[in-house]
C-alpha cells in the first residue's frame, strides 16, 4: 500500500474477455524464458498482504486485501458467483474456478499450556454454530478423528490437547495446541513438539519410523531407515520456563537432523518457522549468550555423536572459541528437556541453527538472500559455489610464495585472520570430523569468506589425536581427504606461516593450555544437566543399541557411565597441551627453542593422568 507504482507494467494489452498472468516472484523475467507470464519485482507475504492496481498516473484502480493463505490455497474474486473466495485448483489464464468462501473460527482455550500440579480442567470456546472436535494424543482433530466437544476437559495425566473448529460450508480451521504437563519438575526449560503420530511413525516418511524389514537395515548405519529421509512434517512447537510458564506457541514445520547420531535411540531435531504454519520466524530471545530475539530456525541435538559421552562436548568448545577474540561463528547452546505429543522425550541441547538468517544476524547484514553458504567441499546450503570455485581455482593456478600480488589477491578474498582460527581450533581439539565445515560471504565487492566452527563431538575425544595430521595432511583432511587445499597453500608462505604459528601460540598459551579454567567450565555445564540426567537415562537406557553405542542398557548403570566420560574428559583435557605442543613442534620441523618463541615451554603431563 505504501508503493502503489512499485511495478509497472508497459506495452501490456489484455484483449476483452482475457486475462493477464503476473507472478509476484521477485524477478523481472521467467528464468524459463517463458513470455506468457509477466514476472515482477516483487514478493507477496504467506502471511497476508495488499495488491494495488493503479493507473499511469498513480491514481487507485483496484485493490485486493490478500489474507494470510495456507500452502497450495490462493485467493481471488468470483465473477459468477460474486464475492472473494479461496481456491485450491490453479487457472492462471483463465477464470477462476470454484472456490471456498472460507475457514470456520479456530477455537480457544480458558488455559494456557505449562507446567500443573493436579489435574487440570480446560474449557473450550468457539462462537455459535461452531462444532469443536479435539483430540489429547497429538493427532490432528478431523471430522472422523477425535471427539466432539461437551464441555470442559479434565486432564489426569500429561496430554497434548488439540481442538479445531468445523462448521458447513467452511474449511476447518487451524488447530488450537497446547501441552498440559501434570506433575513434572524440571531444572531446565521445556519444550513441547506436537506432532500427528501418523507423520511421526507412519512406514512411508515416518520422522521417527524405521520402516518395513524390507526398507530397513539390520546393520549400522541404517541409512535405507525412514528417518534417515528427514521428511519434514507440519507439528507445534511450545516453549516453558523452567517453573512452566508458557512463553511461546506456534505451528511449525519439524524435521530430523543430523547424520549418524540418527541411528541413537534418541534423535536430533530441525524446528523451522514458516509463515504458512502462522509465523516466520520463532520471536523469543532462546539463547542468553545472543541478543537475538528472533529465530528462523533451530535445532534439537541429542548430543551428536558425543550423546553417548558427556552431551557437553560439542558446547564446551564453543564457549572456548567465545572466550577469545575471534570472529568464528558459532552455535549458541541452552540444555532443555524436550516433550513430544505430552511424552517426556529427554533432555537436549538447544541450539542455533547455522543458516543465511543467522549468519545474517551474527554479521549484522540486511539481506540474507544474498549470501553464499557451502558445506564441505562444494555443497550449496546458499547462494552459489561460483565465487569459491574461482578462489580455489586461482589458488591453485599460482604460486603464492613466489608471486606477492596473488598472495594479496587472496587475502583480499578470504578472511585470513578467520581462517586461520579455524585451523587452529580444529587442530588443537583434535576433530576428526573433517567433512563438518562451513563457510559464507556476502555477495558484494570486496566480502571475503568466514568460516564456522560446529558439530565439535570428536572434538577433545582423545588426547593423542595429532590434529596437524588430521587437518594439514597433503592427501586431504580427515580421513575422507577433505579440501585442504587453501590452508596448504597458505602455510608455503613464509610469512603466513609465521602468522599462523604467531596466532597459534597465542591463543595456545592465552586460552588453550589453561585446563583448569577449561575443565571448571566443563564442570559447570555438566553441573547444570545433571539433576535431569537419571530421568533421562530411565526414558532412553532400555533402548540403547550394542551396535551403535556401549553404553549400559539400565539407567543407574547409564548415569555411572556418564559420570566415567566426564572424568575421562578430564583427562583428555590435561593431557591435550603437552601431547599438542609436541605435535606442532614434530610436523613443523621446528626445535624446542622454536617452539618456544611461539607457544613458550612445553606445558609439563600432569602426574595425576592415565
Same mark, same amino acid.
Given at each position: 500500500?505504501?508503493?502503489?507504482?512499485?511495478?509497472?507494467?508497459?506495452?501490456?494489452?489484455?484483449? #476483452?474477455?482475457?486475462?493477464?498472468?503476473?507472478?509476484?516472484?521477485?524477478?523481472?523475467?521467467?528464468?524459463?524464458?517463458?513470455?506468457?507470464?509477466?514476472?515482477?519485482?516483487?514478493? /507477496?507475504? *504467506?502471511?497476508?498482504?495488499?495488491?494495488?492496481?493503479?493507473?499511469?498516473?498513480?491514481?487507485?484502480?483496484?485493490?485486493?486485501?490478500?489474507?494470510? @493463505?495456507?500452502?497450495?490455497?490462493?485467493?481471488?474474486?468470483?465473477?459468477?458467483?460474486?464475492?472473494?473466495?479461496?481456491?485450491?485448483?490453479?487457472?492462471?489464464?483463465?477464470?477462476?474456478?470454484?472456490?471456498?468462501?472460507?475457514?470456520?473460527?479456530?477455537?480457544?482455550?480458558?488455559? #494456557?499450556?505449562?507446567?500443573?500440579?493436579?489435574?487440570?480442567?480446560?474449557?473450550?470456546?468457539?462462537?455459535?454454530?461452531?462444532?469443536?472436535?479435539?483430540?489429547?494424543?497429538?493427532?490432528?482433530?478431523?471430522?472422523?478423528?477425535?471427539?466432539?466437544?461437551?464441555?470442559?476437559?479434565?486432564?489426569?495425566?500429561?496430554?497434548?490437547?488439540?481442538?479445531?473448529?468445523?462448521?458447513?460450508?467452511?474449511?476447518?480451521?487451524?488447530?488450537?495446541?497446547?501441552?498440559?504437563?501434570?506433575?513434572?519438575?524440571?531444572?531446565?526449560?521445556?519444550?513441547?513438539?506436537?506432532?500427528?503420530?501418523?507423520? @511421526?511413525?507412519?512406514?512411508?516418511?515416518?520422522?521417527?519410523? *524405521?520402516?518395513?524389514?524390507?526398507?530397513?537395515?539390520?546393520?549400522?548405519?541404517?541409512?535405507?531407515?525412514?528417518?534417515?529421509?528427514?521428511?519434514?512434517?507440519?507439528?507445534?512447537?511450545?516453549?516453558?520456563?523452567?517453573?512452566?510458564?508458557?512463553?511461546?506457541?506456534?505451528?511449525?514445520?519439524?524435521?530430523?537432523?543430523?547424520?549418524?547420531?540418527?541411528?541413537?535411540?534418541?534423535?536430533?531435531?530441525?524446528?523451522?518457522?514458516? *509463515?504458512?504454519?502462522?509465523?516466520?520466524?520463532?520471536?523469543?530471545?532462546?539463547?542468553?549468550?545472543?541478543?537475538? %530475539?528472533?529465530?528462523?530456525? /533451530?535445532?534439537? $541435538?541429542?548430543?551428536?555423536?558425543?550423546?553417548?559421552?558427556?552431551?557437553?562436548?560439542?558446547?564446551?568448545?564453543?564457549?572456548?572459541?567465545?572466550?577469545?577474540?575471534? %570472529?568464528?561463528?558459532?552455535?549458541?547452546?541452552?540444555?532443555?528437556?524436550?516433550?513430544?505429543?505430552?511424552?517426556?522425550?529427554?533432555?537436549?541441547?538447544?541450539?542455533?541453527?547455522?543458516?543465511?538468517?543467522?549468519?545474517?544476524?551474527?554479521?549484522?547484514?540486511? &539481506?540474507?538472500?544474498?549470501? &553464499? @553458504?557451502?558445506?564441505?567441499?562444494?555443497?550449496?546450503?546458499?547462494?552459489?559455489?561460483?565465487?569459491?570455485?574461482?578462489?580455489?581455482?586461482?589458488?591453485?593456478?599460482?604460486?603464492?610464495?613466489?608471486?606477492?600480488?596473488? /598472495?594479496?589477491?587472496?587475502?583480499?578474498?578470504?578472511?585470513?585472520?578467520?581462517?586461520?582460527?579455524?585451523?587452529?581450533?580444529?587442530?588443537?581439539?583434535?576433530?576428526?570430523?573433517?567433512?563438518?565445515?562451513?563457510?559464507?560471504?556476502?555477495?558484494?565487492?570486496?566480502?571475503?569468506? $568466514?568460516?564456522?566452527?560446529?558439530?565439535?563431538?570428536?572434538?577433545?575425544?582423545?588426547?593423542?589425536?595429532?590434529?596437524?595430521?588430521?587437518?594439514?595432511?597433503?592427501?586431504?583432511?580427515?580421513?575422507?581427504?577433505?579440501?585442504?587445499?587453501?590452508?596448504?597453500?597458505? /602455510?608455503?608462505?613464509?610469512?603466513?606461516?609465521?602468522?599462523?604459528?604467531?596466532?597459534?601460540?597465542?591463543?595456545?598459551?592465552? %586460552?588453550?593450555? &589453561?585446563?583448569?579454567?577449561?575443565?571448571?567450565?566443563?564442570?559447570?555445564?555438566?553441573?547444570?544437566?545433571?539433576?535431569?540426567?537419571?530421568?533421562?537415562?530411565?526414558?532412553?537406557?532400555?533402548?540403547?543399541?550394542?551396535?551403535?553405542?556401549?553404553?549400559?542398557?539400565?539407567?543407574?548403570?547409564?548415569?555411572?557411565?556418564?559420570?566415567?566420560?566426564?572424568?575421562?574428559?578430564?583427562?583428555?583435557?590435561?593431557? $591435550?597441551?603437552?601431547?599438542?605442543?609436541?605435535?606442532? $613442534? &614434530?610436523?613443523?620441523?621446528?626445535?624446542?627453542?622454536?617452539?618456544?618463541?611461539?607457544?613458550?615451554?612445553?606445558?609439563?603431563?600432569?602426574?595425576?593422568?592415565?
Amino acid at each position: 500500500p505504501n508503493h502503489p507504482r512499485k511495478c509497472q507494467l508497459s506495452n501490456v494489452t489484455i484483449p #476483452a474477455g482475457g486475462y493477464l498472468v503476473v507472478f509476484a516472484s521477485g524477478l523481472t523475467a521467467s528464468p524459463s524464458g517463458r513470455s506468457e507470464i509477466t514476472h515482477v519485482p516483487m514478493r /507477496l507475504s *504467506a502471511l497476508g498482504d495488499t495488491v494495488l492496481l493503479s493507473d499511469p498516473s498513480g491514481a487507485l484502480v483496484d485493490k485486493l486485501v490478500v489474507p494470510q @493463505l495456507e500452502t497450495d490455497v490462493s485467493y481471488g474474486r468470483d465473477f459468477d458467483h460474486g464475492g472473494l473466495f479461496y481456491y485450491t485448483e490453479t487457472t492462471a489464464g483463465t477464470k477462476n474456478g470454484a472456490g471456498f468462501s472460507g475457514y470456520a473460527a479456530q477455537p480457544t482455550m480458558d488455559k #494456557a499450556g505449562g507446567t500443573y500440579s493436579q489435574q487440570v480442567t480446560v474449557t473450550l470456546s468457539a462462537p455459535e454454530g461452531v462444532t469443536i472436535r479435539y483430540t489429547t494424543d497429538g493427532s490432528e482433530p478431523t471430522e472422523e478423528n477425535g471427539q466432539e466437544y461437551a464441555g470442559p476437559i479434565t486432564l489426569t495425566k500429561s496430554a497434548a490437547l488439540r481442538a479445531r473448529g468445523f462448521k458447513e460450508g467452511l474449511r476447518p480451521s487451524n488447530i488450537t495446541t497446547a501441552t498440559f504437563l501434570l506433575n513434572v519438575y524440571h531444572s531446565l526449560p521445556i519444550l513441547c513438539l506436537t506432532c500427528d503420530p501418523d507423520d @511421526l511413525y507412519n512406514d512411508e516418511d515416518g520422522i521417527l519410523a *524405521a520402516g518395513t524389514a524390507e526398507t530397513f537395515d539390520h546393520n549400522p548405519p541404517f541409512k535405507k531407515a525412514t528417518y534417515w529421509k528427514k521428511t519434514p512434517h507440519a507439528g507445534n512447537f511450545e516453549y516453558f520456563t523452567a517453573e512452566g510458564k508458557s512463553q511461546l506457541n506456534q505451528g511449525v514445520e519439524l524435521q530430523l537432523n543430523g547424520q549418524y547420531s540418527m541411528d541413537q535411540a534418541q534423535k536430533s531435531w530441525r524446528i523451522t518457522a514458516k *509463515a504458512k504454519y502462522g509465523s516466520a520466524t520463532l520471536d523469543y530471545p532462546f539463547f542468553s549468550d545472543r541478543p537475538y %530475539t528472533s529465530y528462523h530456525s /533451530l535445532v534439537l $541435538r541429542n548430543g551428536g555423536q558425543d550423546g553417548k559421552y558427556t552431551r557437553i562436548i560439542d558446547a564446551l568448545q564453543a564457549r572456548i572459541v567465545g572466550w577469545t577474540d575471534s %570472529t568464528l561463528f558459532t552455535m549458541a547452546y541452552e540444555p532443555v528437556i524436550v516433550y513430544l505429543n505430552g511424552e517426556y522425550w529427554g533432555q537436549y541441547n538447544l541450539r542455533e541453527r547455522i543458516n543465511k538468517y543467522s549468519i545474517a544476524d551474527y554479521e549484522g547484514w540486511s &539481506d540474507p538472500e544474498k549470501i &553464499d @553458504l557451502i558445506k564441505g567441499n562444494n555443497q550449496v546450503i546458499s547462494g552459489t559455489y561460483d565465487n569459491y570455485k574461482a578462489l580455489k581455482e586461482f589458488v591453485k593456478s599460482h604460486d603464492l610464495a613466489e608471486d606477492p600480488e596473488a /598472495l594479496q589477491t587472496v587475502l583480499d578474498w578470504v578472511d585470513v585472520d578467520n581462517y586461520f582460527d579455524f585451523m587452529i581450533f580444529e587442530i588443537y581439539f583434535g576433530n576428526t570430523d573433517a567433512g563438518n565445515i562451513k563457510f559464507y560471504r556476502r555477495q558484494a565487492e570486496g566480502e571475503k569468506w $568466514r568460516w564456522c566452527l560446529f558439530d565439535m563431538d570428536w572434538g577433545y575425544f582423545m588426547s593423542n589425536r595429532n590434529g596437524c595430521k588430521i587437518w594439514l595432511d597433503p592427501k586431504g583432511a580427515g580421513d575422507k581427504d577433505f579440501d585442504n587445499w587453501l590452508i596448504l597453500a597458505l /602455510l608455503e608462505v613464509p610469512e603466513m606461516k609465521e602468522k599462523f604459528l604467531t596466532r597459534f601460540g597465542q591463543l595456545f598459551q592465552e %586460552t588453550l593450555s &589453561d585446563t583448569d579454567r577449561i575443565w571448571a567450565e566443563a564442570q559447570k555445564m555438566a553441573a547444570v544437566i545433571q539433576p535431569e540426567l537419571l530421568f533421562h537415562y530411565n526414558r532412553w537406557s532400555s533402548e540403547n543399541n550394542k551396535w551403535i553405542t556401549e553404553e549400559p542398557t539400565s539407567p543407574e548403570a547409564n548415569y555411572t557411565y556418564w559420570e566415567s566420560r566426564m572424568k575421562r574428559l578430564n583427562n583428555v583435557l590435561k593431557k $591435550r597441551p603437552n601431547l599438542c605442543w609436541g605435535y606442532i $613442534r &614434530d610436523w613443523f620441523g621446528m626445535t624446542d627453542a622454536e617452539m618456544e618463541r611461539y607457544f613458550g615451554p612445553q606445558p609439563v603431563m600432569p602426574d595425576d593422568v592415565q
